[in-house]
Protein backbone atom coordinates (compact mmCIF):
# COMPACT_ATOMS: atom_id res chain seq x y z
CA UNK A 1 0.00 0.00 0.00
CA UNK A 2 3.15 2.50 0.74
CA UNK A 3 4.47 1.61 -2.26
CA UNK A 4 1.38 2.76 -4.34
CA UNK A 5 0.97 6.46 -2.22
CA UNK A 6 4.80 7.08 -3.06
CA UNK A 7 4.08 5.92 -6.61
CA UNK A 8 1.24 8.20 -7.03
CA UNK A 9 3.38 11.25 -5.11
CA UNK A 10 6.09 10.81 -7.22
CA UNK A 11 3.87 11.41 -10.54
CA UNK A 12 2.16 14.52 -9.17
CA UNK A 13 4.98 15.98 -7.56
CA UNK A 14 5.13 18.61 -10.33
CA UNK A 15 1.73 19.62 -9.47
CA UNK A 16 2.54 20.08 -5.62
CA UNK A 17 3.53 23.11 -4.02
CA UNK A 18 7.45 22.89 -3.35
CA UNK A 19 9.81 25.43 -2.73
CA UNK A 20 11.85 23.35 -5.09
CA UNK A 21 9.45 23.59 -7.96
CA UNK A 22 10.37 25.96 -10.80
CA UNK A 23 8.08 27.36 -13.50
CA UNK A 24 9.84 25.61 -16.23
CA UNK A 25 8.63 22.43 -14.68
CA UNK A 26 4.74 23.31 -14.12
CA UNK A 27 4.73 24.24 -17.87
CA UNK A 28 6.58 21.24 -18.66
CA UNK A 29 3.92 19.30 -16.87
CA UNK A 30 1.09 20.83 -18.05
CA UNK A 31 2.83 20.25 -21.71
CA UNK A 32 3.07 16.72 -20.97
CA UNK A 33 -0.39 16.35 -19.54
CA UNK A 34 -1.67 18.09 -23.10
CA UNK A 35 0.64 16.16 -25.53
CA UNK A 36 -0.49 12.71 -24.33
CA UNK A 37 -3.94 13.59 -24.06
CA UNK A 38 -3.27 14.63 -27.72
CA UNK A 39 -2.07 11.32 -27.95
CA UNK A 40 -4.27 9.19 -26.26
CA UNK A 41 -7.29 10.97 -27.56
CA UNK A 42 -6.28 12.06 -30.81
CA UNK A 43 -4.59 9.28 -31.74
CA UNK A 44 -7.72 7.13 -31.32
CA UNK A 45 -9.44 9.11 -32.99
CA UNK A 46 -7.31 9.74 -35.90
CA UNK A 47 -6.91 5.94 -35.86
CA UNK A 48 -10.82 5.35 -36.02
CA UNK A 49 -11.41 7.58 -38.73
CA UNK A 50 -8.96 6.41 -40.68
CA UNK A 51 -9.90 2.91 -40.98
CA UNK A 52 -14.07 3.90 -41.11
CA UNK A 53 -12.90 5.77 -44.15
CA UNK A 54 -11.00 2.99 -45.40
CA UNK A 55 -13.81 0.75 -45.03
CA UNK A 56 -16.36 2.66 -46.55
CA UNK A 57 -13.57 3.33 -49.74
CA UNK A 58 -13.87 -0.18 -49.76
CA UNK A 59 -17.35 -0.66 -49.98
CA UNK A 60 -17.73 1.86 -52.14
CA UNK A 61 -15.14 -0.03 -54.52
CA UNK A 62 -17.09 -2.83 -54.53
CA UNK A 63 -20.66 -1.35 -55.13
CA UNK A 64 -19.12 0.57 -58.19
CA UNK A 65 -17.21 -2.55 -59.91
CA UNK A 66 -19.44 -5.54 -61.62
CA UNK A 67 -17.84 -8.52 -62.82
CA UNK A 68 -19.08 -8.53 -66.82
CA UNK A 69 -17.89 -11.81 -68.90
CA UNK A 70 -15.19 -10.84 -72.01
CA UNK A 71 -14.11 -12.76 -74.70
CA UNK A 72 -10.73 -12.82 -75.89
CA UNK A 73 -10.22 -11.15 -79.38
CA UNK A 74 -6.49 -12.13 -80.13
CA UNK A 75 -4.33 -15.35 -78.94
CA UNK A 76 -2.11 -14.76 -76.35
CA UNK A 77 1.54 -16.51 -76.70
CA UNK A 78 2.42 -18.81 -73.66
CA UNK A 79 5.43 -17.82 -71.66
CA UNK A 80 8.82 -18.34 -72.28
CA UNK A 81 10.11 -17.51 -68.62
CA UNK A 82 8.99 -17.63 -65.47
CA UNK A 83 10.20 -13.96 -64.25
CA UNK A 84 8.15 -11.32 -63.33
CA UNK A 85 5.04 -11.04 -64.86
CA UNK A 86 5.64 -13.50 -67.43
CA UNK A 87 2.36 -15.47 -66.97
CA UNK A 88 -0.14 -12.78 -68.09
CA UNK A 89 0.13 -10.27 -71.19
CA UNK A 90 -1.98 -7.32 -72.25
CA UNK A 91 -4.37 -7.98 -74.58
CA UNK A 92 -7.43 -7.09 -76.68
CA UNK A 93 -10.90 -8.15 -75.20
CA UNK A 94 -14.84 -7.32 -75.54
CA UNK A 95 -17.67 -7.26 -73.52
CA UNK A 96 -20.59 -5.69 -72.94
CA UNK A 97 -21.34 -2.41 -70.73
CA UNK A 98 -24.33 -1.58 -68.33
CA UNK A 99 -26.12 0.39 -71.20
CA UNK A 100 -25.63 -3.33 -73.52
CA UNK A 101 -22.93 -1.28 -75.83
CA UNK A 102 -20.12 -3.30 -77.39
CA UNK A 103 -16.78 -2.17 -75.69
CA UNK A 104 -13.33 -3.26 -76.32
CA UNK A 105 -10.04 -2.64 -74.72
CA UNK A 106 -6.78 -3.82 -73.36
CA UNK A 107 -6.67 -5.91 -69.91
CA UNK A 108 -4.08 -8.65 -68.72
CA UNK A 109 -4.76 -11.87 -69.74
CA UNK A 110 -3.42 -15.50 -68.54
CA UNK A 111 -0.59 -16.61 -71.47
CA UNK A 112 -1.69 -19.17 -73.49
CA UNK A 113 -5.22 -18.23 -73.45
CA UNK A 114 -7.39 -18.40 -77.23
CA UNK A 115 -8.86 -16.15 -78.93
CA UNK A 116 -12.41 -16.28 -78.10
CA UNK A 117 -12.04 -17.66 -74.46
CA UNK A 118 -14.17 -16.14 -72.17
CA UNK A 119 -12.45 -14.45 -69.30
CA UNK A 120 -14.33 -11.84 -66.10
CA UNK A 121 -13.23 -8.51 -66.27
CA UNK A 122 -14.40 -6.02 -63.86
CA UNK A 123 -16.48 -2.38 -65.15
CA UNK A 124 -17.68 0.40 -63.42
CA UNK A 125 -20.78 1.88 -63.82
CA UNK A 126 -20.01 3.42 -66.69
CA UNK A 127 -18.69 0.28 -68.47
CA UNK A 128 -14.47 1.43 -68.20
CA UNK A 129 -12.24 -1.27 -67.36
CA UNK A 130 -11.14 -0.96 -63.47
CA UNK A 131 -9.41 -3.83 -61.61
CA UNK A 132 -11.03 -6.12 -59.31
CA UNK A 133 -12.66 -4.37 -56.29
CA UNK A 134 -10.94 -5.09 -52.60
CA UNK A 135 -12.40 -7.80 -50.88
CA UNK A 136 -14.03 -7.51 -47.57
CA UNK A 137 -10.85 -9.89 -45.61
CA UNK A 138 -8.85 -7.34 -47.37
CA UNK A 139 -10.37 -4.13 -47.05
CA UNK A 140 -10.38 -4.80 -43.37
CA UNK A 141 -6.84 -5.65 -42.82
CA UNK A 142 -6.16 -2.26 -45.04
CA UNK A 143 -8.55 -0.37 -42.89
CA UNK A 144 -6.73 -1.96 -39.70
CA UNK A 145 -3.28 -1.15 -41.11
CA UNK A 146 -4.29 2.60 -41.94
CA UNK A 147 -5.92 3.67 -38.91
CA UNK A 148 -3.35 2.05 -36.63
CA UNK A 149 -0.81 3.84 -39.26
CA UNK A 150 -2.62 7.18 -38.40
CA UNK A 151 -2.48 6.75 -34.55
CA UNK A 152 0.85 5.87 -34.96
CA UNK A 153 1.76 9.57 -36.94
CA UNK A 154 -0.39 11.29 -34.48
CA UNK A 155 1.21 9.77 -31.63
CA UNK A 156 4.76 10.13 -33.52
CA UNK A 157 3.96 14.02 -34.20
CA UNK A 158 3.04 14.61 -30.35
CA UNK A 159 5.75 12.59 -28.63
CA UNK A 160 8.32 14.20 -30.90
CA UNK A 161 6.92 17.66 -30.10
CA UNK A 162 6.73 16.93 -26.43
CA UNK A 163 10.76 15.79 -26.77
CA UNK A 164 11.74 19.29 -28.63
CA UNK A 165 9.84 20.73 -25.51
CA UNK A 166 11.31 19.28 -23.24
CA UNK A 167 14.99 19.80 -25.20
CA UNK A 168 14.46 22.97 -25.30
CA UNK A 169 13.01 23.56 -21.34
CA UNK A 170 16.18 21.41 -19.95
CA UNK A 171 18.42 23.98 -22.26
CA UNK A 172 16.77 26.91 -20.22
CA UNK A 173 17.30 24.99 -17.11
CA UNK A 174 20.25 24.56 -17.25
CA UNK A 175 21.59 28.01 -19.10
CA UNK A 176 19.99 29.67 -15.63
CA UNK A 177 21.59 26.95 -13.41
CA UNK A 178 25.29 27.47 -15.42
CA UNK A 179 24.73 31.59 -14.90
CA UNK A 180 23.98 30.61 -10.92
CA UNK A 181 27.23 28.72 -10.81
CA UNK A 182 28.87 31.53 -11.87
CA UNK A 183 27.64 33.55 -8.72
CA UNK A 184 28.07 30.53 -6.58
CA UNK A 185 30.77 28.73 -7.99
CA UNK A 186 33.49 30.79 -6.74
CA UNK A 187 32.50 30.95 -3.05
CA UNK A 188 33.03 27.57 -2.80
CA UNK A 189 36.14 27.07 -4.43
CA UNK A 190 38.02 29.25 -1.67
CA UNK A 191 39.99 27.29 0.78
CA UNK A 192 39.80 28.31 4.39
CA UNK A 193 43.52 26.80 5.54
Not at 103 to 132: F, H, M, Y
Amino acid sequence: MRGNRSAGRLWRWRWRRNPLRRRTDVVEAWIMLVLWTVVLVGGTLAGLMTAHAAVQASARERAERHAVAAVVLADVPRATTDVGNAYRMMTEVRWAAPDGTSRTGRTLVKRGTESGATITVWQNDRGALTPQPTGTTEGAVEAAFFGGSAALAVACAALGIGALTRRLLDQGRLARWAAEWELIGPRWSQRTS
